[in-house]
């Protein structure tokens, strides 16, 4: 079960910003997601590497597999 968000990691930041603007307020599992960037908390070399999206509004019930399937068929995960 979902903790009511997450965060999602892509490798490239076009792939990223395709997923903020197909998804932000989507209907997902009943609920409006709210899609933005989110600030890596460290300047390490992976993060910077990686283009972050928190995603909050989530339903109880959305599990991590079908955030993945949401999310990759916008644009590939890392």
């Not at 009511?4 to 903020?20: D, K, P, W």
């Amino acid at each position: 079960d979902c903790a009511g968000y997450c965060f999602v990691t892509f490798a490239e930041r076009g792939a990223a910003a395709a997923a903020l603007h197909a998804l932000n307020g989507a209907n997902y599992c009943g609920q409006c997601l709210r899609v933005n960037w989110a600030l890596p908390s460290s300047r390490d070399a992976s993060a910077v590497q990686h283009h972050h999206l928190f995603v909050g509004d989530l339903a109880a019930d959305v599990t991590e597999a079908m955030l993945y399937n949401a999310f990759c068929n916008v644009g590939q995960c890392a």
